[in-house]
T-cell receptor
Framework: GQQVMQIPQYQHVQEGEDFTTYCNSS?????IQWYKQRPGGHPVFLIQ?????EVKKQKRLTFQFGEAKKNSSLHITATQTTDVGTYFC???????????FGKGTSLLVTP | NAGVTQTPKFQVLKTGQSMTLQCAQDMNHEYMSWYRQDPGMGLRLIHY???????DQGEVPNGYNVSRSTTEDFPLRLLSAAPSQTSVYFCASTPGGRSAAFFGQGTRLTVV
């Protein structure tokens, strides 16, 4: 079945440093979504990428979808303590109904 | 707006007991799903439904049953709880394929 791998598992940065998490799929994806989960909370949708090579930005967050639609990345510029949480990528293959989540990257930001 | 509502928030069961985790959404979304979240394992899909009367298995369906009699509700049943089912369970809904999933607050289940 489809596997979505995400690295690193953990990242600890000083406030102001940049952060990147990577997502790789064993199969070509129809789309990829990114979610953020704060400690003790539930996953919250951040963004969806659909097109090959697509790049989207949300303030300090930059999302990329690879040309082959098998990999994606999330980059945060100048992290803040409010960025703390676990970031998940989730890919779907066909209809887009069933999402396969990566194991997530837990980000810790210290002041 | 309520969005996706899960009950209960916390539950402790004894091995062998049965229970139903409730999930309701008020957004008229066709697609609903159940995930379990374990430390270091991410979110794993248990069962999903693409509409009333239609359900299908996800990655880890064993030990769980679902039904979808209405668009709004998608309960998850544990017929005979086992310690391996100790986890945080999330219900999610989405209006369709390639759409954002909205998650409930989660149910933290402990089986002793």
């Amino acid at each position: 079945g489809q596997q979505v791998m995400q690295i690193p598992q953990y990242q600890h940065v000083q406030e102001g440093e940049d952060f990147t998490t990577y997502c790789n799929s064993s199969t070509t994806l129809s789309n990829i979504q990114w979610y953020k989960q704060r400690p003790g909370g539930h996953p919250v949708f951040l963004i969806q990428l659909v097109k090959s090579g697509e790049v989207k930005k949300q303030k300090r967050l930059t999302f990329q979808f690879g040309e082959a639609k098998k990999n994606s990345s999330l980059h945060i510029t100048a992290t803040q303590t409010t960025d703390v949480g676990t970031y998940f990528c989730a890919g779907s293959v066909n209809s887009g109904y069933a999402l396969n989540f990566g194991k997530g990257t837990s980000l810790l930001v210290t002041p | 707006n309520a969005g996706v509502t899960q009950t209960p928030k916390f539950q402790v069961l004894k091995t062998g007991q049965s229970m139903t985790l409730q999930c309701a959404q008020d957004m008229n979304h066709e697609y609903m799903s159940w995930y379990r979240q374990d430390p270091g394992m991410g979110l794993r899909l248990i069962h999903y439904s693409v509409g009333a009367g239609i359900t299908d298995q996800g990655e880890v369906p064993n030990g769980y049953n679902v039904s979808r009699s209405t668009t709004e509700d998608f309960p998850l049943r544990l017929l005979s709880a086992a310690p391996s089912q100790t986890s945080v369970y999330f219900c999610a809904s989405t209006p369709g394929g390639r759409s954002a999933a909205f998650f409930g607050q989660g149910t933290r289940l402990t089986v002793v």
